[in-house]
């Protein structure tokens, strides 16, 4: 049986033993690393994996996560330092304005807040919806 959560199947690159909650990215070696703010994650880090340790990570559905700042309900989260979660910029694109030739750029949405955050280091739940770029 398929699981959209990796329950171990990829390792930790590096200690992530203080990044709970976290986001994370595999790299090119298929090892989970810190994901960098402003980046696609690739899901929320359950566990606590020292380097080489089996990494729990969930890419889909309701989290715990580590906030990197105050947001309310349903703000759409980014990753921020540290792969915290972060409010997106809240900008976005007027697809009616046919006169507009600057490029579209966007926010990676990792998740929509399910609970206020009313401060940074704090954990929350989470859906997590790996979106991709949204525009802003």
């Keep these: 049986m398929s699981s959209i959560n990796d329950d171990g199947r990829f390792l930790a690159g590096v200690d992530l033993s203080s990044h ?3 986001a994370v990215i595999l790299d090119a070696n ?4 810190v994901c960098a703010a402003g980046k696609a994650a690739g899901g929320i880090l359950q566990n606590k994996p020292k380097l080489g340790q089996a990494a729990s990570v969930r890419r889909f559905g309701v989290s715990l996560a580590k906030t990197g700042g105050t947001f309310a309900i349903p703000a759409s989260l980014v990753v921020g330092a540290g792969g ?3 409010e997106t910029s809240g900008n976005y694109v007027n697809t009616l304005d046919t006169s507009a030739v600057d490029p579209v750029q966007g926010e990676f949405v990792v998740a929509t ?7 940074a280091d704090t954990v929350v739940n989470v859906f997590i919806n790996l979106m991709g770029a949204i525009p802003f």
């Design 84 to 86: 915290t979660l972060i």
């Design 30 to 33: 298929n090892v989970w690393q």
């Design 113 to 119: 807040a399910d609970q206020v955050s009313g401060a």
């Design 20 to 22: 709970q909650y976290c």
